[in-house]
């Protein structure tokens, strides 16, 4: 029973709309984590929650908003999708020791 | 600045041979080190991490990963790799405010 669900899995959007991918874990940790991967590039961390109500903005936050209503809910936000965000974004929660615990992925690409 | 860095994009064993997968890092501070697998069209899930002690760390799956302060390493290594492990591996490190840095990843080809 995966603890780490996001959706929608797949994503089709138009250059200038905005789109919003969720994410939602059962395991009851503080952190959740926004990356995404690309080839060639590894894993890029876009933003992070420490908990409810908490947004960081990590390494390459710029054209993503993020917001954490709960400790269970953690959303990535693209005002004005372009292009370049074609890409897939990976979820994740940390607990204690820090171990990530990863959803399997949103695939957004933006034409 | 914080960097990881794996040489090899891609690597290619056949079954049953040993692996070492290569990861350097860069870290002013202590360095907490993890490696994660990606299998195909999934999340990475973790292998094993380092923290402090011994510098030999055992994780799932028989895989091994030895931290060298001196050599600014953390290689993954098997014994005996199978078919099954034939994935994308993730050298990763934790830096400031508990967010954690993936090096790009090497891709392990297992033939048969």
């Not at chain 1, 709309?17 to 991967?37: E, F, I, P």
């Not at chain 1, 908490?54 to 390494?59: F, L, P, Q, W």
């Not at chain 2, 060298?68 to 934790?94: E, G, P, R």
């Amino acid at each position: 029973e995966a603890a780490v669900t996001q959706s929608p899995r797949n994503k089709v959007a138009v250059t200038g709309g905005k789109v919003t991918l969720s994410c939602n874990q059962t395991n009851n940790h503080n952190n959740m984590y926004w990356y995404r991967q690309d080839t060639g590039h590894g894993l890029r961390l876009i933003h992070y929650s420490y908990g409810a109500g908490s947004t960081e903005k990590g390494d390459i936050p710029d054209g993503y908003k993020a917001s954490r209503p709960s400790q269970e809910n953690f959303s990535l936000i693209l005002e004005l999708a372009t292009p370049s965000q074609t890409s897939v974004y990976f979820c994740a929660s940390g607990d204690a020791g820090n171990t990530l615990y990863f959803g399997e992925g949103s695939r957004l690409i933006v034409v | 600045a914080q960097s990881v860095t794996q040489p090899d994009a891609r690597v290619t064993v056949s079954e049953g041979a040993s692996l070492q997968l290569r990861c350097k890092y860069s870290y002013s501070a202590t360095p907490y080190l993890f490696w994660y697998v990606q299998y195909p069209r999934q999340g990475l899930q973790l292998l094993l991490k380092y923290y402090s002690g011994d510098p030999v760390v055992q994780g799932v799956n028989s895989f091994e990963a030895e931290f060298s302060k001196s050599n600014s390493s953390f290689h993954l290594q098997k014994a005996s790799v199978h078919w099954s492990d034939s994935a994308v591996y993730f050298c990763a490190l934790i830096y400031s405010n508990n967010r954690i840095f993936f090096g790009d990843g090497t891709q392990l080809v297992v033939k048969p």
